[in-house]
């Protein structure tokens, strides 16, 4: 494992800032780089904070899982799918299970698992740099395990759409379909956004956090287990199908995949 800092933490007035700093793999999420999320968040159940905000550095917020990297360290496509879903299921349910707040901010490029920690999110802030793309079926896959807080939070028409096509969208968009809270034209806007938010948040109780998130992740963790359990058997399934490996051939080489037909 990388002895890298990939995951920066600070704390002001009560709230964690935890920043993805691996811009030079679109802060994928490398075993590395969940290790050190995952202690992140771990550090949010001091008593001290009050919110945990979810950023990052470069053009990308998150790519989503890191392949790649769970091959080099000698895993087969099989498990290295399998370590994906299981480290996305892991850090949505992290996300969900806090009893604070958890707040993304996202001025950049969201895709695959940045889409699921986004809706795992409590609020969401985009930026005017920020792009939406689920574009998993154009790969021979679906948006198995992130569908579980997507579709929670998007509305069923945007869903039937943005699944299916793969069409990459402006935060104006995600904001009007539900993906995301806020969309924010400039940076200065986005700065005053946040603060308006950690602002409200720090005048709360700790006590009224707790109990008010419960309530608005309640249905989501209702079933849990079950739906991810489902979603991962899904996903592996796909990664091991032959479209999904013209996929992702036509991807890496550039190319399109043989079943595309568009114009």
Known sequence: MTDDILVRTAVDASVLTVT????ANRNALSSA??????????AATDEEIRAVVLTHTGGTFCAGADL???LKRGLSPEEATAEGGR???GLIRTVLELDKPVIVVADGHVRAGGLGLVGAADIALAGPAATFALTESRLGLAASIISIPLLAKMSARAAGRYFLTGEKFGADTAAGIGLVTAACATDDDLAAELDSVLEGIRKASPQGLSVSKKLTTAALLDG??????ARAEESMRLFASDEAREGMTAFLSKRRPEWDTSR
């Open 33 to 42: 780089l969940v290790a050190q999320l995952q202690t992140a968040f771990d």
């Open 224 to 229: 849990f287990d079950v739906q991810a359990q």
């Open 87 to 89: 480290a996305m299921v």
């Open 20 to 23: 993805l700093d691996s811009p």
């Open 68 to 70: 790649g990297e769970a």
